[in-house]
């Protein structure tokens, strides 16, 4: 039988047609601007292109590379897919974004002929973060399963190794985190919210963080939520995953808020308030995150009774 | 060994022109001399100025030739105009470096000589 699409890959990979082909860069394209639509239409995104330290938007791109690898590598690793394969493929998914990322910031306006080197590459670099996880997110949840073939019948069994289940739940924790708050971190109210809110509210904020993204992942029976985990490894424990995946959201909003130029200059406090107003958003993305993964498609029938 | 599409291979070397793109001018830049602070200068076109009931619009193209970005770069030409002097301001809310903007003067009649331009001020 022809061999069709292998699931949770953007790309088709050797021995696919090419109209498989052409279908699956449809798919990622759409995917791509289905999650960087909302970052193409902000204004901060467009002056942060050429405001930031152009190192920081490589070490974006860089983060959001190590994020697309491993959730293509959760999501999709089979046995007689390797390592090259893997990366090929999430070098196609981080190139098309930029491909699309250039072509949607051409047809608005942002980018033409009177536009400076560094200021082109410097929007499409932002703006290929958010598109390149969409593309994965069209390859890994998104497809068909009928493109899948029969291949997605033995999903479950493939990827059984508890300890990268709970491993491979960060990694797409962390790349909803960094896309959500990707949407908020480039603007002022970030900043507005932190130097306005006293200490004992950011502890609040953290604590109310904490308690939601439990309860969307374990409690409010959502599709995909958990009650009851294989609990194999330490960070198969509810808490312990919640905390976790808090320290993850944590971490992205950290970085997002050095990135955008948000820590030079500021006093500790406002730069840990920050950091505490955007992993709300980082949280929810983080949660929202697991629930798409144990929501089937691949990557599932991980814990879900 | 299965071969991959030829179509894979556009995309794979299309991918592979944009990231190189994309991270050698934000590498190089990064890592270039930044020792050029902002340089706003202004192009005019005079041959392009035309009259409205309002007054008189001259169109000029706003340059940094630096290596950094400013904002709120505001430009103050003055000219004489039917023999006393006139001053218009135009301010630039982002100047990225190495980008053109297109801005215009205005005065309440065509200048009898030349229009010459200079920096109010920036936010470097």
Known sequence: MTRRRRPGRAFTGP????????????????????LGMPPLFTMEMWFQGFLMAPLKIVVLIVFT???????????GFRRERTWP????DCVQTMGLAALVAA???????????????LEAMGKIGLQMIPISLGISLAGAQLADP???GDEAADLGTEFSTPEFGAFGRLFVAAGAALFLSLNVAPTEETLFLAVGGSWWLMVLVVAASLLMSYAIVFYADFRGGRRRTRRDTLLDYPLTETVVAYGVSLLVSA?????????????????????VVLGVVAAFGAAAGRLLLGSGGAGGGNGKP | MESRNRLEWIVLAASLVAIAAVLGVLVWEGFGDHGRPPLPTVALHRARAYATAAGWVLPATATNKGDRSAQAVTFIATARVRGREEEATVTVDYLPAGSDVEVAFGFSAEPDGEVRVRIAGFLP
Do not use: H, K, N
């Open chain 1, 85 to 88: 394969d893997l990366i090929i």
């Open chain 1, 103 to 117: 072509f949607a910031l051409w047809l608005i306006g942002r980018i033409g002929p009177g536009t400076g080197l």
């Open chain 1, 146 to 148: 009928e493109d899948q």
């Open chain 1, 15 to 34: 021995g696919a047609s090419a109209a498989t082909t052409a279908r699956q860069l449809v798919r990622g394209m759409a995917g791509g601007l289905l």
């Open chain 1, 65 to 75: 590379f190590l994020i697309v690898i491993g959730y293509g590598a959760f999501c």
């Open chain 1, 255 to 275: 970085l997002l808020v050095w990135s955008f130029g948000r820590t030079a200059g500021t006093p500790p406090y406002t730069i840990v308030a920050q950091i």
